[in-house]
């Protein structure tokens, strides 16, 4: 299996515009966490998927964001517009619930700076 | 969610043992405690967890006070490739729900 796949690796872009990061989860999980990271506030949870799902947004920083998950391969985090205190690295992560090896499996990660 | 309480960061020499703390004084009985580390620019990657009972793995033993109150996370012989900030965290079992990441314990194996 190849893991949890984010893309782009790394991406700039300018105040304003939008940014959408993409993420194929492990096949077969039923869970997939949308988490952002920064070095002021750490690892933060912003929205998590069950069964393509939706079930706790409540992380998501406003309605500048949003994400999507059509089908279970396949999740998009969206901003709209996007401004400097976006920048940070954006994690997606899956599980299966009824696993019995019990943890997530990260992406490398989409690095995002807004200038 | 449990909080957990780990320090900021510990040193260890290469070969040795590292034994990184953690306290979750607030743990419920249905609640897990999973380690997670995260390498420099890397996504976290899991250790391993435990309920009650110690666990051993390829990666790491796990050793859970007998309150649960608290727990070690203990590399046997560190190297320095497990350089990392190594995440505790307390949930339900199931994969199922959310999981909250704190500050981790940088680790520092030197040589």
């Known amino acids: 299996d190849a893991g949890v796949i984010q893309s782009p690796r790394h991406e700039v872009t300018e105040m304003g515009q939008e940014v959408t990061l993409r993420c194929k989860p492990i096949?077969?999980?039923?869970?997939l966490f949308w988490y952002r990271q920064t070095m002021m506030r750490g690892l933060e949870l912003l929205i998590y998927f069950n069964n393509n799902v939706p079930i706790d947004d409540s992380g998501m920083p406003e309605d500048r964001f949003s994400a999507k998950m059509p089908n279970a391969s396949f999740s998009t985090l969206k901003i709209q517009p996007s401004e400097p205190r976006d920048s940070a690295v954006y994690f997606c992560a899956s599980s299966l619930a009824s696993s019995g090896r019990r943890g997530y499996t990260f992406g490398s990660g989409t690095r995002l700076t807004v200038v | 969610d449990a909080k957990t309480t780990q320090p900021t960061s510990m040193d260890c020499a290469e070969g040795r043992a590292a034994n990184l703390p953690c306290n979750h004084s607030t743990i419920s009985g249905n609640e897990y405690v999973y380690w997670y580390r995260q390498i420099h620019s890397q996504g976290p990657q899991y250790i391993i967890h435990?309920?009650?009972n110690n666990e051993t793995n390829e990666m790491a033993s796990l050793i859970i006070t007998e309150d649960r109150k608290s727990s070690t996370l203990i590399l046997p012989h560190a190297t320095l490739r497990d350089t990392a900030v190594y995440y505790c965290i307390v949930r339900e079992g199931t994969n199922a729900g959310k999981s909250t990441f704190g500050d981790g314990t940088t680790l520092t194996v030197k040589p």
């Open positions: 096949s077969g999980h039923d869970y």
């Open positions: 435990g309920l009650k």
